[in-house]
């Protein structure tokens, strides 16, 4: 379980997070989303114990991360935005230091890394960090990150840059990692991931927090359900366009209600000019609309 309360964290003449206050119970994905600048990286920094914060309290699995960030590392894997390697390394040179680090037998390590190499398809072929792609290089990173079994993981755009094949492989894993029982608390500026893998997301916006919640209740707090009416129809010069206001592509006809009254008066509109109405599409808000709505 995590919890924050009265987060703060100021730099001279600027506040990078304002009293930030949340809480995350049992296992899962918490997402945190903003506008570049809203606060993330700090947020994430100061919950895996990397930054201290000027005020606040926070509490994770009932370790006191700031009076007692040490605690924490055991149980911690942190993964940064960029994936700094030590390059002249192999990948598996790489895990057995990590390993090493941890107080892992050396024989434990050659298992576990191959165990997670397996896991996230990665094949190394004995090459050096330095000439991995951007994406072997996430997905090793991932690796480290978990070569000591954490049950707590922060990860920092964990797919960042890397191309849609990658990017939606490791969105899949996380959803794996969840389902063994861990708890991820995650920043991304693939929203439609964010939408997709986690059980919470919190919106920043210039250090403060204006949203919390399950994506459902997100939806319910930034707007209700939005319908599209596609309809086909002989002669649209009968339409009046005072009463329906209409498009048209490739897919034919359509219009848009925002409640079920406006989706009523559209369908007796199309039907009373000698329109048929084709088939109705429900959507409500995306994550992206959301951030648009409450803007930078």
């Not at 960042?160 to 991304?188: C, H, Q, W």
Request: hydrophobic fraction near 40%.
């Amino acid at each position: 379980m995590i919890t924050a309360s009265n987060l703060t964290k100021r730099y001279e003449g600027f506040i990078a997070l304002d009293e930030v206050s949340f809480s995350f119970p049992g296992t899962g994905i918490f997402g945190i989303v903003g506008h570049n600048g809203a606060g993330k990286t700090t947020l994430l920094k100061i919950i895996a114990g990397l930054i201290t914060p000027s005020s606040g309290e926070l509490s994770v699995n009932g370790i006191d991360v700031i009076h007692s960030p040490m605690a924490l590392k055991g149980t911690l894997g942190y993964l940064p935005e960029e994936s700094r390697l030590y390059e002249t390394m192999t990948a598996e040179e790489y895990l057995a230091f990590f390993g090493e680090i941890y107080g892992i037998p050396k024989e434990e390590i050659i298992v576990r890394t191959r165990r997670l190499f397996a896991a996230l398809s990665l094949e190394t072929g004995g090459k050096k960090l330095g000439e991995f792609s951007k994406g072997m290089k996430r997905k090793t990173a991932i690796a480290r990150s978990l070569i000591h079994n954490p049950d707590f993981l922060v990860y920092d755009e964990p797919t960042s840059g890397l191309d849609p094949m990658t990017s939606r492989f490791i969105a899949e894993y996380l959803k794996k990692l969840k389902n063994e029982g861990r708890t991820i608390v995650l920043s991304a500026h693939n929203l439609f991931q964010i939408e997709a893998i986690c059980d919470r997301v919190m919106i920043l916006r210039r250090g403060k927090v204006v949203a919390l919640g399950t994506m459902d209740e997100l939806r319910e707090q930034f707007g209700s359900i939005t319908y599209t009416i596609w309809f086909s129809h002989p002669d649209p010069s009968r339409i009046n366009p005072q009463s329906l206001n209409y498009r048209k592509d490739d897919r034919g006809f359509a219009c848009d209600a925002g409640d079920m009254a406006s989706l009523n008066v559209c369908s007796e509109t199309i039907a009373a000019s000698g329109g048929r109405v084709e088939r109705i599409e429900s959507r409500y808000q995306s994550l992206e609309e959301m951030l648009v709505a409450i803007g930078e």
